[in-house]
C-alpha cells in the first residue's frame, strides 16, 4: 500500500512538473528544447501522411458504399468482429423487379421479354459490382485502416513519450540553472547543483533514447507509402476491370435489343445495337485498352437504321436518302440546337458540328432514332440523340 501511495504520489509530481514546463514555454518563460530540421520534416511528413489517408479512406468508402447508416452497420459489425450480412445490389434488386414484372405481364410478350432481358444485364452489372466493392474493399481499404489503427496509433504513442521526455529534458535544465544561480549567490559548491546535474543527465539520455524510437518510426513512413502505392494500383486495376466488364455487358445488351427490334410493339423506342460510343477521347489508355480487350473487334459508332418493319401498303423506310427527292413537308419542321459533333457515316446522312443550329423533320416511315436536317442546301439524316429540339 505505501508503495503504490508513493508511486502515485511521484507520478502526480512528475505530471505536475511537466504541466507547469509546458505553461512556461506557451507564455515564453522558459527555455524549450528543438528537434532538427530533418526530425521536423519528419514530423510534418507524418501528419500529412495521416491527414490524406483518413480523408482516402472515408471517401472511398463512400464511394464502395454511399448509404451511411449502412456503412454505420458495417462499421458496427467490424468494431464486434463479426461478419458483415450479404446484401442485394441495388442492380440485382433492379434485376429481380424487372423479371417479376415480366412474368406478371407475361414473358413471350415484347414488353415481358424485354423486361427479361435488361433484368439479366442488370443482375449481371449487379455481380461486378459486388465483386469490385469485395476486391476494393480488401486490397485498397484495409491497407489504408491497418496503417491508421495500427502503425500509426505506435507513431503516436511514441511521439507522446517524446514529448513528455522532453519536457522532463528541459524541467531539468530549468532545475539546473536555477541551482546554480543560487549556488553563484552562496559562493558555495551545492548538493542541489550536483543532483540537477545528475538528473539532467538522466534525461537527456531517456530523450536522445526516445528521439531515436521515434524517428525510426518516421522514416518508416516511406515504407508505409511504397505499401499504398502498390494498393492503389491494385484499386485502380479492379475499377478498370469493373467499368470494363459492364461495358461489355450493356454492349451484349443493346445487341440483343437491336436482334429483337422487330419484335417490337409499333412506335416502341429501342436503341441502337450499334450505336454505343467508344470511350471518350481523353480517356486514360489502361481504361481504353481494357474496354477494347473485354468488347473484342470494334464496334461501328454510328447509328445504322434497320428496314422498317410494316403492314403490306405501309409507307417504305427512308434507306437512302436523295437530298434531291426530299421535300420538306408543310409543317412539323423545327429548329435543332446540335449538343456533339457527328461524322456522316455515308452521302444520306448530314456531319453536324457542336452548337450550330439545323432544322430538322421527320418522314412517313423514317426510323424514329433519325430525323432529316437541313443546313443551307445540305440535306441528310441526322441522330436524334445528337440534338436539342427547340420550340
Not at 67 to 85: A, G, I, M, Q
Request: hydrophobic residues 40%.
Amino acid at each position: 500500500m505505501d508503495f503504490n501511495m508513493k508511486k502515485l504520489a511521484s507520478d502526480a509530481g512528475v505530471f505536475f512538473t511537466r504541466a507547469v514546463q509546458f505553461t512556461e514555454e506557451k507564455l515564453g518563460q522558459a527555455e524549450k528544447t528543438e528537434l532538427d530540421a530533418h526530425f521536423e520534416n519528419l514530423l510534418a511528413r507524418a501528419d500529412s501522411t495521416k491527414n490524406w489517408t483518413e480523408k482516402i479512406q472515408r471517401q472511398t468508402e463512400v464511394l464502395l458504399q454511399p448509404n451511411p447508416s449502412t456503412r454505420v452497420e458495417e462499421f458496427l459489425y467490424e468494431k464486434l468482429d463479426r461478419k458483415v450480412p450479404s446484401r442485394v445490389t441495388n442492380g440485382e434488386l433492379l434485376a429481380q423487379y424487372m423479371i417479376e414484372a415480366a412474368n406478371d405481364f407475361g414473358p413471350t410478350s415484347p414488353y415481358g421479354k424485354t423486361l427479361i432481358k435488361v433484368g439479366e444485364t442488370e443482375r449481371r452489372l449487379g455481380g461486378a459490382e459486388r465483386d469490385f466493392i469485395h476486391s476494393a474493399s480488401i486490397n485498397f481499404l484495409t491497407p489504408l485502416r491497418n496503417f491508421l489503427e495500427g502503425d500509426w496509433r505506435t507513431i503516436s504513442k511514441e511521439r507522446r513519450i517524446l514529448q513528455n521526455r522532453r519536457l522532463d529534458l528541459d524541467a531539468c535544465k530549468a532545475r539546473l540553472k536555477k541551482a546554480k544561480a543560487a549556488e553563484a549567490k552562496a559562493a558555495l559548491w551545492s548538493d542541489e547543483v550536483e543532483k540537477a546535474e545528475h538528473e539532467l543527465r538522466m534525461a537527456q539520455t531517456e530523450f536522445d533514447r526516445q528521439a531515436e524510437v521515434t524517428r525510426l518510426l518516421l522514416e518508416g513512413i516511406s515504407s508505409t507509402h511504397v505499401n499504398h502505392l502498390r494498393c492503389l494500383h491494385e484499386f485502380a486495376e479492379a475499377q478498370t476491370t469493373y467499368y470494363a466488364q459492364c461495358y461489355q455487358y450493356m454492349l451484349d445488351l443493346q445487341k440483343q435489343l437491336g436482334n429483337s427490334r422487330g419484335e417490337m410493339l409499333p412506335g416502341t423506342f429501342v436503341g441502337n445495337a450499334e450505336s454505343v460510343s467508344p470511350p471518350p477521347d481523353n480517356a486514360s489508355p489502361t481504361v481504353a485498352a481494357a474496354a477494347a480487350s473485354v468488347a473484342g473487334p470494334a464496334v461501328p459508332t454510328i447509328p445504322v437504321v434497320p428496314t422498317a418493319v410494316g403492314a403490306p401498303g405501309s409507307a417504305p423506310a427512308v434507306e437512302a436518302l436523295n437530298a434531291s427527292d426530299v421535300k420538306p413537308p408543310a409543317s412539323g419542321t423545327r429548329k435543332a440546337r446540335v449538343l456533339y459533333d457527328y461524322e456522316a457515316a455515308d452521302s444520306s446522312e448530314l456531319s453536324l458540328l457542336s452548337d450550330e443550329m439545323i432544322m430538322v423533320y421527320s418522314l412517313p416511315g423514317m426510323d424514329p432514332d433519325w430525323l432529316v436536317g437541313e443546313r443551307g442546301n445540305q440535306k441528310g439524316k441526322v441522330p436524334v440523340t445528337y440534338l436539342e429540339l427547340l420550340s
